[in-house]
């Protein structure tokens, strides 16, 4: 079957033939992959900054955002069957039995760095045919989000952020007694950084949760990205277009940033403008360059003065993503053109490594195995 990997010793990315994955183990089930969205990961990994083939390959089969279809199930699989549509996690735990994040289920909390992902870090990934892994990574997705069930990945981020946010809010006793499990009716004013993917579906879930959403991006409006925060009643802002009245609106009252450009010096920036009480969460990693000068006696009187907290949030729990692929319902609900139109183009899996190597334009672009050429199982 084919598969788009990438060779990091003599530096190639390509399409090749790779062996199709067979069960072996009782609770394993097989997958013929539908779509894999491709993400600023997969271009690093392309452009050798990181990514690791599995022990004994010269090269890692690449693509961590998945959906698939179950086609076979082993004898001991009793969470899907056949027919059902899955997003599959990305991280696996390390094997030491000190880590206790891993022993309980949540490798994204791993302390060792000895885990494994699927497409990233020592096992190949999506990006082919046909995959198999055990049962319990799977999580089936109603068939009426066929088409956007891609996204669930990229949402997980903004779903783990979500739960750290409301066991950190627990803090602040005059909320707790008031505020319900999803926020809702709380006005927090927020602020997303960036309006990729990540951006773009952390503000669906602010909005959905009652927030006063800002999305902050370069790009000037109108632009698909925009279109999008308007059209599910977020404000757009663009790089020096903030008006007074906002920057008024803004100073000071911004109860939560959700970071989501991995831009140091911007981050660093916008932290200042944080409220009394408020957070700050990173999820975006910058590459390393030279270092660069931040206000820092502004920030840690700020930081201690009101009591700001700043966090940042990798990978995501199981817990996550179910509820990542419940509020993409949630979305396809309430906005099913902007949760589209989030999916700017679908390639095929021939076309993945020119995109990958090259500048790809558009919000998320999705890779999708043409099911005409699956054959062999
Ligand atoms: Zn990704
Ligand atoms: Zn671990």
Request: net charge negative; glycine share 10%.
């Amino acid at each position: 079957m084919k598969a788009v990997a990438v060779f990091p010793r003599t530096k190639e990315v390509r399409v090749i033939e790779h062996e199709v994955p067979h069960i072996t183990e009782q609770g394993q089930v097989k997958l013929r992959m539908l779509d894999i969205g491709l993400c600023g990961t997969d271009k690093e990994i392309c452009a050798f900054e990181y990514g690791t083939p599995p022990p004994g390959s010269d090269y890692l089969v690449i693509g961590h955002e998945s959906l698939g279809e179950v086609i076979e199930v082993g004898p001991a699989a009793s969470r899907v069957k056949v027919g059902d549509l899955v997003v599959t996690t990305v991280r696996r735990p390390c094997p030491h039995p000190e880590c206790r994040p891993c022993r309980s289920g949540y490798p994204d909390f791993c302390t060792t760095g000895d885990y494994t992902e699927r497409g990233i870090k020592g096992e190949h990934g999506f990006m082919t045919e046909y995959v198999v892994d055990d049962e319990r990574y799977m999580h089936v997705v109603p068939p009426e989000l066929r088409d956007v069930a891609v996204l669930t990945e990229p949402l997980t981020i903004a779903e783990k952020a979500r739960d750290q946010t409301r066991q950190i809010m627990r803090r602040l006793p005059w909320l707790n007694s008031e505020i319900p499990e999803d926020m809702r009716g709380l006005s927090l004013t927020t602020v997303v950084l960036g309006a990729g993917p990540v951006g773009l579906l952390g503000a669906m879930a602010l909005i959905v949760g009652g927030c006063d959403t800002y999305v902050y991006a370069l790009a000037p409006a109108p632009n698909p990205s925009s279109d999008i925060v308007e059209a599910i009643g977020g404000k757009y802002l663009s790089q020096g277009k903030v008006s007074v009245e906002t920057q008024k609106a803004l100073f000071g009252h911004i109860h939560l940033v959700y970071e989501a450009t991995g831009v140091s010096r911007l981050a660093f920036e916008v932290l200042k403008l944080l409220g009394p009480n408020s957070m700050f969460i990173v999820t975006g990693v910058p590459s390393l360059k030279a270092p660069i000068g931040v206000d820092a006696d502004l920030l840690m009187r700020n930081i201690v003065l009101k009591n700001q907290i700043v966090f940042g949030t990798v990978n995501a729990s199981s817990e996550n993503f179910d509820e990542a692929i419940n509020d993409i319902g949630v979305f396809h609900q309430r906005w099913p053109q902007s949760l589209r139109a989030l999916i700017t183009s679908r390639f095929s899996p021939e076309e993945a490594p020119g995109l990958l190597l090259g500048k790809i334009g558009g919000i998320k672009n999705v890779i999708t195995v043409d099911s005409a050429t699956s054959r062999e199982h």
